[in-house]
């Protein structure tokens, strides 16, 4: 069996219309929220988010959270990874109905350019000045763990010292419209966005992988999303059908190593539209 590469988390950054402390508790969210953003204007100059759309200031607030509990890093050593999956709904809609209502010829070009998903990755890279690689990995709700293994190969290759892993999502309710297969699955549809900081210069405190397809029976404390079956707690309905679950499930694992609550927790998700799974594994 390979042994997991361990990894320093300095830093975790939440921006969700749920608090981490109702996150903690397994706080059910009934209703989608909208995620609060609004203390980047006493983080980043005001002129800098000017043109910044909702889904991109939610990646950014998580992101600078992260950073400020990791501390000054090298920024041309400083990668960065994001999963998402339904990316800027907003900006998505919005250029959606610029061509219903002028045409394809008059539609926004604004709209357009915020509404491709490396948009999120694009912005904290440029106003965080992150010079290393910079990724986006769109997988639905598999995306974080793509983000992940993407993450821990930039550092395991020596190609950055750091690495900003998260996972982005935004709701809005002409998507659910348009959509209603996925609120036909009766699981929320809720936005927010997550990040690490891991660190590879520093000891580290938690040995992470990623497995994929299906997990062997272990003693590990199992925390499930998506379409992920068997025994545990299943978060899909509070965090919602994104790449939020697994991310948020690995930063509750990771406060529960730390507390020394259990010495082994695997985060499982499963694509519930092809069944593929992958399984983020913590270890103290």
């Known amino acids: 069996m390979k042994r997991p590469f361990p990894i320093a988390v300095s830093g975790i950054g939440l921006a969700h219309c749920l608090s981490w402390d109702e996150l903690l508790a397994g706080e059910a969210l009934r209703v989608s929220r909208k995620t609060d953003t609004g203390e980047l204007r006493t983080l980043l100059p005001g002129a800098s988010l000017r043109r910044v759309p909702h889904f991109a200031r939610m ?15 090298d920024s041309a050593r400083t990668a960065l990874a994001l999963g998402t999956a339904y990316g800027s709904s907003e900006m998505n809609m919005d250029f959606m109905d610029s061509v219903l209502e002028h045409g394809p010829r008059l539609s926004s070009p604004t709209a357009f350019s915020h509404a491709v998903n490396n948009m999120g990755a694009g912005m904290i890279s440029l106003l965080l000045d992150i010079r290393g690689p910079c990724l986006t990995i769109s997988q ?14 930039l550092l395991q290759s020596g190609r950055a010292d750091r690495v900003l892993v998260g996972a982005a999502d935004e709701t ?113």
């Not at 990646?59 to 890093?73: S, Y």
């Not at 995306?143 to 190969?153: C, D, E, Q, T, Y």
Request: aromatic share 4%.
């Open 59 to 73: 990646a950014l607030l998580a992101a600078v959270r992260a950073l400020r509990a990791a501390g000054k890093a």
């Open 140 to 153: 639905f709700e598999l995306s974080f763990a793509g983000a992940l293994a993407a993450g821990r190969l």
């Open 172 to 284: 809005d309710a002409r998507f659910a419209a348009c959509c209603p297969q996925v609120a036909g699955q009766g699981i929320a549809q809720t936005e927010g966005a997550v990040f690490l900081c891991l660190d590879a210069s520093r000891p580290a405190d938690v040995a992470m992988d990623v497995e994929w397809g299906v997990a062997a029976a272990d003693d590990a404390l199992v925390l499930l999303s998506g379409g992920a079956q068997g025994p545990g707690r299943r978060n899909a309905p509070v965090y919602g059908h994104t790449p939020l679950a697994q991310a948020l499930d690995c930063c509750i694992g990771i406060s529960l190593l730390r507390a020394g609550a259990t010495r082994r927790v695997r985060c499982s998700c499963a694509d519930i539209a092809h069944k593929r799974q992958a399984h983020i594994v913590l270890r103290s």
